[in-house]
């Protein structure tokens, strides 16, 4: 009889054991995530750069940066698991703002993506022949992807471009043509961009007027970033022949009548009329007037 209850006190001690455990097991265990990436190799990008191999993710935030073994204790039910056999982690760069200025110019010449001249000329083109004559070509911003060859994950870089404007003078010369590198450090034109600011395509050479008025935006401390040349630039080849290619700080002085953002400027003040400084009079003293009796 003893051995009978001794036994069964001795089950219901293990029952309770048991569920205790499993209860604390329950309580311990996360919550589970939507999505675990393990086995990579994760850059954290945090204050030590500290490189890991495994992360979970839930409602689109990270809950476990760590060891592939610790990870899986996120795993419930409907998590998705991907084995990234070693492959590379960053952290996205997710950025959807819109310069809605810029954002025409965008839409209309852009050769961000060109690599070669046939690329630019096909979109030189393109552009062409879809603009009315007399319509200018803006924007260009080439340069912008040099750093990355096509396919690399940032640690190749593609051979430099700049475009060849005598390539495209006959294509555009209904057009006038002001395009730059996406920093600004360099701007390119066609012939009929410099006949519009005065300039002779054929010898060019920066107008009187304009180098008066840049001296003084330089004075003034307004000329807009982008190079460390002072003023204007016009680059030539081996030859002597102008390349349709210029640098420099007052570039986008020279051609700020046609674009649609323009840099503050002494250009700009010196084509508005100044206003004469009126003469100043003696004050008229107006009689005071007689109290009612």
């Given amino acids: 009889m003893c051995n009978r209850v001794l036994a069964a006190f001795i089950a219901v001690i293990v029952v309770s054991i048991c569920s205790f455990a499993l209860g604390a097991q329950e309580m311990l265990s ?14 954290t990008v945090d204050a030590t750069n500290t490189m890991t191999e495994a992360v979970a993710i839930r409602d689109g935030k990270f809950v476990f940066v760590g060891s592939s073994k610790d990870a899986m204790k996120y795993r419930g039910k409907k998590t998705r698991v991907i084995d990234l056999k070693g492959q590379f982690v960053l952290p996205g760069f997710n950025d959807n703002h819109v310069h809605f200025a810029s954002a025409a110019q965008f839409l209309e010449f852009n050769i961000m993506r060109a690599a070669t001249q046939q690329e630019f000329i096909a979109r030189v083109k393109d552009v062409v022949s879809r603009l009315p004559k007399g319509e200018w070509i803006m924007g260009g911003f080439w340069g912008a992807y040099d750093q990355w060859a096509a396919g690399s994950t940032g640690g190749g870089r593609r051979e430099a471009f700049t475009p060849d404007m005598r390539a495209v003078e006959v294509l555009t010369k209904d057009h006038p043509m002001f395009i730059r590198k996406f920093d600004d450090s360099e701007f390119a034109v066609n012939a009929s961009a410099l006949r519009a ?66 840099p503050p400027s002494a250009v700009v003040e010196a084509r508005r009329p100044r206003l004469r400084k009126p003469k100043l009079r003696a004050k008229r003293r107006l009689p005071k007037p007689e109290r009612q009796r």
């Fill in 30 to 43: 996360p919550d589970p995530a939507d999505l675990i990436l393990r086995n990579g190799l994760v850059y």
């Fill in 197 to 262: 600011v005065g300039i002779d395509p054929s010898d060019p050479k920066l107008p009187v007027a304009a180098r008066a008025a840049m001296e003084e935006t330089r004075r003034q401390g307004t000329e807009p970033a982008g190079s460390n040349i002072e003023g204007v630039e016009f680059l030539r080849d081996a030859g002597g022949r102008f390349t349709g290619h210029l640098r420099g700080r007052g570039v986008r002085s020279l051609f700020a009548s046609v674009e649609t953002n323009p």
